[in-house]
T-cell receptor, first 114, second 110 residues
């Protein structure tokens, strides 16, 4: 079956521009997570959605970052006025439920801010 | 606020020997622990997990050990194979989220 799909796979943007990253989770997965991995570092939690509950936005690094999810389907992560430090691989993952359930990751979007 | 720590950024072992990857956590609310494996240009893939009610879980060549009193877990791979070369992430889950360590790059030499 189809796994988690992320688009675009690569994005190069100029500093100050806005970018939108997309994630299509596995069908039926109610939980969806966004992580960021900077070069040589671990996975940094950004935000997660669980069904129709209010999302946990505690990991978003600044108000330039926002994310939306329509029901239990597609999610978009938006970064406004991008900065060079936003350059990273942005990973999306989904699971059947939050908590004790493995996450299934997409291949990520590599964002480069020049 | 690093709640999950992998203190060894890299590990190199000979093919056929045991690989031991370590992970420490600080949050006592974590009750589910996982190991993920990541190849370049791909997302992490789930490898093995353990619930806090257990102290060991085995799946083929992979065994995860949990020491709750020490807030420590480890992944043993035996025998190690060159195809095991990848970055391994430890993860811990509690009420509402899953936190990851910084990863350990394992290299298995033929």
């Amino acid at each position: 079956g189809a796994g988690v799909s992320q688009s675009p796979s690569n994005k190069v943007t100029e500093k100050g521009k806005d970018v939108e990253l997309r994630c299509d989770p596995i069908s039926g997965h109610t939980a969806l997570y966004w992580y960021r991995q900077r070069l040589g570092q671990g996975l940094e939690f950004l935000i997660y959605f669980q069904g129709n509950s209010a999302p946990d936005k505690s990991g978003l690094p600044s108000d330039r970052f926002s994310a939306e999810r329509t029901g239990e389907s597609v999610s978009t992560l938006t970064i406004q006025r991008t900065q060079q430090e936003d350059s990273a691989v942005y990973l999306c993952a989904s699971s059947f439920k939050q908590g004790n359930s493995p996450l299934h990751f997409g291949n990520g979007t590599r964002l480069t801010v020049t | 606020d690093q709640q999950v720590k992998q203190n060894s950024p890299s590990l190199s072992v000979q093919e056929g020997r045991i690989s031991i990857l370590n992970c420490d956590y600080t949050n006592s609310m974590f009750d589910y622990f996982l190991w993920y494996k990541k190849y370049p240009a791909e997302g992490p893939t789930f490898l093995i997990s353990i619930s806090s009610i257990k102290d060991k879980n085995e799946d083929g060549r992979f065994t995860v050990f949990l020491n709750k009193s020490a807030k420590h877990l480890s992944l043993h791979i035996v025998p190690s194979q060159p195809g095991d070369s990848a970055v391994y992430f430890c993860a811990a889950s509690g009420n509402n989220d899953m936190r990851f360590g910084a990863g350990t790059r394992l290299t298995v030499k033929p």
